[in-house]
């Protein structure tokens, strides 16, 4: 399956994260819920986010906030599994990161098969006042393409 996103030639592979999947995220279909799609995006976000030096989110002055998230399924991922999940970025703005995600899951024959995509939209912010703030050099300065 393509990806859905239009100007993915423009997106940065910023991380790669593999989460093996648990007995427990499949549903009554047999297959992995799509909220737990959700959680894998998470997850590797927060991956990038720790790899990025932003170990902590909580009490502080400044930091990502996520305003809105999305999953496109192209393919039923199934119990055993480990889910590949790569994160990138598109074009910075003055205070917000899109994200995007591709998930894959690794030793099951063809490695580059794509299951789900999703994006979520990052928001620097001040927990403190509520409002948005311009986004750190060292996070504007991961995406080459301007």
């Known amino acids: 399956m393509e990806s859905q996103h239009p ?3 423009l997106h940065q592979l910023v991380h790669v994260t ?11 279909l047999g297959h992995v819920n799509n909220t737990v799609y959700f959680r894998f995006a ?3 976000r927060i991956d990038w986010l720790v ?9 502080v ?19 055993p599994a480990t889910v590949e999940v790569r994160t990138l970025i598109g074009k910075p ?5 899109p994200t995007f995600y591709e ?14 995509e999703g994006a979520a939209k990052i928001v620097w ?19 080459p393409h301007e």
């Open 103 to 116: 998930m894959r899951c690794t030793g099951q024959g063809d490695d580059e098969t794509l299951y789900a």
């Open 18 to 28: 593999h989460i093996p999947v648990r007995w427990g995220d499949m549903d009554a």
């Open 42 to 44: 998470e997850q590797a």
């Open 61 to 79: 002055e400044e930091g990502p906030v996520i305003i809105n998230a999305s999953c496109t399924f192209f393919k039923p991922i199934t119990f």
């Open 7 to 9: 100007s993915k030639h």
């Open 93 to 97: 703005g003055t205070s917000s990161l």
């Open 51 to 59: 790899a990025q030096g932003i170990a902590d989110i909580v009490n």
């Open 125 to 143: 912010w001040s927990p403190r006042t509520g409002k948005s703030l311009p986004l750190p050099d060292f996070i504007r300065r991961l995406y």
